[in-house]
Every structure is written in C-alpha cells, then in structure tokens.
T-cell receptor, first 113, second 114 residues
Framework: DGGITQSPKYLFRKEGQNVTLSCEQN?????MYWYRQDPGQGLRLIYY???????QKGDIAEGYSVSREKKESFPLTVTSAQKNPTAFYLC????????????FGPGTRLLVL | GNSVTQMEGPVTLSEEAFLTINCTYT??????LFWYVQYPGEGLQLLLK?????DKGSNKGFEATYRKETTSFHLEKGSVQVSDSAVYFC?????????????FGEGTQLTVNP
C-alpha cells in the first residue's frame, strides 16, 4: 500500500538532546513537508522540500533542521536550540498537480523529560 | 499575506443534525481550497477539495463550494453521525516561486452526541 510512514509514534527528549523524527513516503511524490501542531491549534509549517537536495524554511524553522538526500525520505531533527519542542509533528507529501493535494502521515508526538 | 479564518469551536450537535462550519480566506492569486479532518491522535485526512471558483467538493456526505465573490469555502453536511466527531481544518494552497504550501485555519472541534 502506498502511503506516508512516520516513526516513532512517541518520542521522548531529554534536555539538551537532539532527536530525529523519521518520515518516509512511497507515493513517488516530489514535495515533502514538516508541520508542528500544538494542542487546540492549527498546523504551522517548519520546513518543506520541493526536490531532492533542496529545502526551504517555513514559518517556524528556528531550532529545527532537515535533510533531503532521497526522494522518499525527509527526516526532521529537533535540536537543543528548540526550547519548547513538546508538540505533535506531522509530515506530508504532494505531487506537482494542479491542486497539489498534500497527504499526511500519522504523526509523531514529542515529549520532553 | 494568505490566511484562513474558521468559525470558532467547539461545535456540539445531536446525531442527524445539520452541520455548517464556516471558512473564509484571504489570498493573493487563485488558491486551491481544502477541508481536512483529524481524528484524535492521528494525522490529517483529506476530506474534499476545490481548485477553482464555483467548484463543489464532496465526500462522505460533506460538501463545500468555492465562492470567489465571498472568499468562502463553508463545509456542510445534511445529517451528522457520531463517527463525524473530529477536528476539521480548512486550508488554502497558493503556488509560489519557491514551491507551493498550505495555509491552515485554526481548526474546529466537532462533537456529535447520540
């Protein structure tokens, strides 16, 4: 089945630690995205990538980093510089059609110990 | 800039009631419009979409019409079920020089009681 997988489902971070969230898609989509969702709020864009080896900052990129070495994969690292990392992180992908519909993974919930 | 405004929630209805969730937008250019649904602890699922003015998106009994004159994309369903309880997000997509991105509303929590 085609889709987007995110792992792990839950992730715990200690103070001062970097953690990496995985996102993989087998939809053959060119574009991939990372969003952050806080309780009771909408989604905010962290980073996005239109093609391999290229990515752009979204609205809240500070404290995060990404890479796009393969079309299928777009990992997100939450660095120690991100002082309030507790949130639900969602990955999405899309193909360059007229509507550009984005399809989402199941999400990773990051908690700080 | 681009923005989406949704009616504030939470919304609580009885089963078989009529649902309307208002969504209005501000955008430069001609956006595509979307409704996504999120069940507890899950990612977002596309519910319906419309790519140009006067298009009607529909799915699972939900409908929304792209109204350019009122810059709106209100979500409606004639008879809600308990299983429709979820958070609903309105979003727009604009093609930019650096690629396309979605802008989301704040989401509307819907609870349907039996």
């Amino acid at each position: 089945d085609g889709g987007i997988t995110q792992s792990p489902k839950y992730l715990f971070r200690k103070e001062g630690q970097n953690v990496t969230l995985s996102c993989e898609q087998n939809l053959n989509h060119d574009a991939m995205y990372w969003y952050r969702q806080d309780p009771g709020q909408g989604l905010r864009l962290i980073y996005y990538s239109q093609i391999v080896n290229d990515f752009q900052k979204g609205d809240i990129a500070e404290g995060y980093s990404v890479s796009r070495e393969k079309k299928e994969s777009f990992p997100l690292t939450v660095t120690s510089a991100q002082k309030n990392p507790t949130a639900f992180y969602l990955c999405a992908s899309s193909s360059p059609t007229v509507s550009g519909t984005q399809y989402f993974g199941p999400g990773t919930r990051l908690l700080v110990l | 800039g681009n923005s989406v405004t949704q009616m504030e929630g939470p919304v609580t209805l009885s089963e078989e009631a009529f649902l309307t969730i208002n969504c209005t937008y501000t955008a430069t250019g001609y956006p595509s419009l979307f409704w996504y649904v999120q069940y507890p602890g899950e990612g977002l699922q596309l519910l319906l979409k419309a790519t140009k003015a006067d298009d009607k998106g529909s799915n699972k009994g939900f409908e929304a019409t792209y109204r350019k004159e009122t810059t709106s994309f209100h979500l409606e369903k004639g008879s809600v079920q308990v299983s429709d309880s979820a958070v609903y997000f309105c979003a727009l997509r604009i093609q930019e020089t650096s690629g396309s991105r979605l802008t989301f509303g704040e989401g509307t929590q819907l609870t349907v009681n039996p």
